[in-house]
């Protein structure tokens, strides 16, 4: 609905489809669903029954997020650290990433990201290779993660609990990278070009 721009109204007006029907799927409160149902919304949006229905043999969900303003050495901007953390099943893994405003003209100046692309406000979260073996053979793809972030509002929810707008965290992605002993060297160059002060907050937020 987002991605062709249509509302509510206007799907139950040309798929025929009433409106008490379409809620519970919209809001994934769905308990069951009809055949015709169905092929009407996969024939208005031009879609196969497999993007419409998705099955996933692991349950993401959101659990809490927090916002940390970190001291740069450059005065003209301020800069923040995004934790967020999400429940895979009954385990609890953290996401981070940064990123920085220009003081003067309130504008977003660079998400900080550990990937080179700078598209979207990429979290990542380290974990360990069995682990990331684990979600691989739950089928739990980039593609699933990022559908899940929409489906169960998860950026809306980060964006309530620390005040960013949404505008900011809808374009956040979230990425779960195995552990390896290149992502470790990466991670620690990342730390040492840290000025002491932003060493310390991360200290400070570790002990924690």
Request: proline share 1%; aromatic share 10%; net charge negative.
């Amino acid at each position: 609905m987002n991605v062709n721009n249509v509302n509510q109204h206007n799907l139950s007006k040309v798929t025929g489809i009433s409106r008490t029907t379409l809620m519970p799927i919209i809001n994934n409160t769905n308990q069951n669903i009809k055949y015709d149902t169905v092929e009407k919304l996969c024939q208005f949006f031009d879609i196969g029954m497999q993007d419409l229905l998705i099955y996933s043999k692991i349950n993401v969900s959101y659990i809490e997020s927090s916002l940390i303003e970190t001291t740069g050495t450059n005065e003209e901007n301020i800069s923040y650290e995004l934790y967020v953390t999400l429940a895979f099943d009954d385990k609890h893994l953290q996401f981070f990433g940064g990123l920085t405003f220009d003081k003067g003209l309130n504008n977003l100046v660079d998400y900080q990201s550990y990937s080179k692309t700078k598209e979207h406000w990429q979290l990542e979260c380290l974990v360990e290779p069995s682990y990331g073996e684990y979600l691989k053979n739950c089928e739990l793809t980039q593609g699933k993660l990022d559908l899940f972030t929409i489906v169960f509002d998860i950026r809306d929810k980060v964006s309530e609990q620390t005040g960013l707008s949404k505008s900011l965290t809808k374009d956040i992605k979230f990425r779960v990278v195995s552990r390896t002993k290149n992502s470790v060297d990466t991670l620690l160059d990342k730390i040492s070009k840290l000025s002491p002060e932003e060493k310390d907050t991360l200290i400070n937020e570790i002990k924690k």
